[in-house]
């Protein structure tokens, strides 16, 4: 008798239960896709947080849903054009050392990848920070970081982070750029549980007005880049220095401000 009928029908067995485990897999998949999508419209504004990738947007999704705090700041307005805050936006360490060499702020950032950086305000508040989505527009972020304030005991948790950005100008031409910015905070801590609901106020609080710290950083270092050019410029190149395409960037930058004509180009 030959053996290439039971052959054959292992042969079709096995094929049938890699089908069914194919199938069984692509419907978990696109239950999981389903489960972990994101809404698109916070504070009414629409973000794509449907264009990020799915294994984000799944570690996303608790942390929208199920947030400790979630914040509104904005608008507002930066005296920079949007190539240069775009630029500022995509060189963490670049605009963190300008703000802290121009005593503006204490903060200090590191690349640690392509589209990620540690950041700190130098006052209690770090965290590692990465790039989901960019364009001309709008910027999502994921946060992992912690901090430990005056106000509240050290506390660590994740963020959401969703930036839309509009350039204005004003009756003379100048163009300045307009941000507004949704956060969602989860705390980490699981003893902070049971007082949640006296410390959401403050843990709010307190996510405020290190947003306000930032942009009020952004604001005055856009003011001194159009006051005091020089000194920017000097401190971009007192050793340790910038890297040099970072200093060919900022001295076309400064010469824009003053010379619109001259203005440099970020790509998104």
């Known amino acids: 008798m030959s053996s290439f009928r039971p052959v054959a029908r292992r042969a079709g067995l096995i094929g049938v239960v890699l089908t069914a485990g194919l199938a069984v897999l ?3 998949g696109r239950t999981e896709a389903e489960r972990c999508s994101l809404p698109a419209h916070h504070a009414g504004v629409v973000f794509p947080l449907d264009q990020i990738e799915a294994t984000w947007s799944c570690r996303l999704e608790p942390i929208v849903t199920q947030y400790t705090t ?3 700041v904005g608008l507002q307005r930066t ?7 775009l630029y500022f936006l995509d060189h963490p360490a670049m605009a963190a050392m300008l703000v802290n060499r121009l005593d503006l702020g204490l903060y200090k950032a590191e690349q640690r990848g392509q589209g990620e950086f540690w950041a700190t305000d130098g006052e209690g508040t770090e965290g590692i920070v990465y790039s989901l989505f960019r364009d001309s527009a709008t ?8 901090h430990d304030g005056r106000f509240l005991p050290r506390v660590s948790g994740k963020a959401v982070v969703l930036l839309r ?3 204005v100008s004003d009756n003379r031409g100048v163009e300045s750029i307009d941000s507004m910015m949704v956060t969602y905070l989860r705390l980490d801590n699981r003893f902070l549980s049971g007082m949640l609901s006296l410390l959401r106020p403050l843990i709010g ?3 405020n007005r290190q ?3 930032a942009f009020d950083a952004a604001r005055r270092l856009g003011r001194a880049m159009r006051e005091h050019p020089e000194q920017v410029l000097f401190e971009a190149t007192d050793p340790p220095a910038l890297p040099d395409d970072e200093v060919v960037f900022l001295k076309a930058a400064l010469a824009g401000l003053h010379n619109p004509v001259e203005s440099p180009h970020s790509t998104p």
């Open 70 to 72: 979630a914040n509104k």
């Open 211 to 213: 947003l306000l710290k």
């Open 205 to 207: 609080n307190v996510v």
């Open 79 to 85: 005296p920079l054009p949007r190539s240069v805050f």
């Open 139 to 146: 910027r999502i972020y994921y946060v992992e970081g912690s």
């Open 165 to 167: 950005l509009r350039p």
């Open 26 to 28: 692509i419907s978990v």
